[in-house]
């Protein structure tokens, strides 16, 4: 059992910045995925790297967020930059299952979830 635990959410204005970080409580080489839920709305994937280490954007979010690993393999992280009011929405950390490669938005390949953690952009 892997928990996943996020942090560095809150509130700012639009065309601000947030980064989330992502704990993990073992090092796991397996794809790592952000996804987030608005109210109302579906689940949806935001950013991910892949068991190459190649990143992976939704539309929506290139060239504003950037996906990465920290110096502690356990470590996951998300910068978002520029952020918009419809990024709003409760975020999530998500390790793969080991079969799956890449895991931009597939849900069903994901073995662990943190609990998510809110971001909030007023215009």
């Known amino acids: 059992q892997v928990h996943l635990e996020e942090s560095g959410g809150g509130s700012v204005q639009a065309g601000g910045s947030l980064k989330l970080s992502c704990l993990a409580s073992e090092y796991s080489n397996n794809c790592m995925a952000w996804y987030r839920q608005a109210p109302g709305g579906e689940r949806e994937g935001v950013a991910a790297i892949d068991t190459d280490g190649d990143p992976s954007y939704v539309e929506a979010v290139k060239g504003r967020f950037t996906v990465s690993k920290g110096d502690s393999q356990n470590v996951f992280l998300l910068q978002m930059d520029n952020l918009k009011p419809e990024d709003t929405a409760m975020y999530y950390c998500?390790?793969?299952?080991?079969?799956?490669?890449?895991?931009?938005?597939?849900?069903?390949?994901?073995?662990?979830w943190g609990k998510g953690i809110q971001v909030s952009i007023s215009s």
């Open positions: 998500a390790a793969g299952k080991p079969s799956v490669r890449v895991c931009l938005d597939y849900a069903p390949g994901m073995d662990y």
